[in-house]
Nanobody, 136 residues
Framework: EVQLVESGGGLVQAGGSLRLSCAAS????????IGWFRQAPGKEREGVSC????????FYTDSVKGRFTISRDNASDTVYLQMNSLKPEDTAVYYC?????????????????????????????WGQGTQVTVSS
């Protein structure tokens, strides 16, 4: 059973930084994509960034480009989201999610790159979420 555990959320002032971690376990496929989604109160869930574990392809939604960096450590099955220059509008619960299998992972990335937004339909496993609050 796939398990995803997020950590690193918290309260930070605008302009500050946080690094989120997503520790993954239980995968049966040799390749997958990890995506970060966020949901603010009263708003729809939004895909923020994703990365494939086999070739490191990445996607960022426009609002975080230049501020957020996604990375992976395949040895520890951990994906990080470094968030710099945080803004109050980044406040949300952040979830990591996994798209398993080489084909599904590739679809998740290529679809996001083509459409300019991530689709949750490729991500079958989800973590419990971690709260990020940015004060003004």
């Amino acid at each position: 059973e796939v398990q995803l555990v997020e950590s690193g959320g918290g309260l930070v002032q605008a302009g500050g930084s946080l690094r989120l971690s997503c520790a993954a376990s239980g995968f049966t496929f040799d390749a997958y994509a990890i995506g970060w989604f966020r949901q603010a109160p009263g708003k729809e869930r939004e895909g923020v960034s994703c990365i494939t574990t086999n070739d490191g392809s990445t996607f960022y939604t426009d609002s975080v480009k230049g501020r957020f960096t996604i990375s992976r450590d395949n040895a520890s099955d951990t994906v990080y989201l470094q968030m710099n220059s945080l803004k109050p509008e980044d406040t949300a619960v952040y979830y990591c999610a996994a798209a398993q299998g080489r084909i599904t992972a590739a679809q998740a990335i290529t679809t996001a790159q083509a459409m300019g937004r991530m689709s949750a339909i490729y991500f079958g496993s989800w973590g419990q979420g971690t709260q990020v609050t940015v004060s003004s």
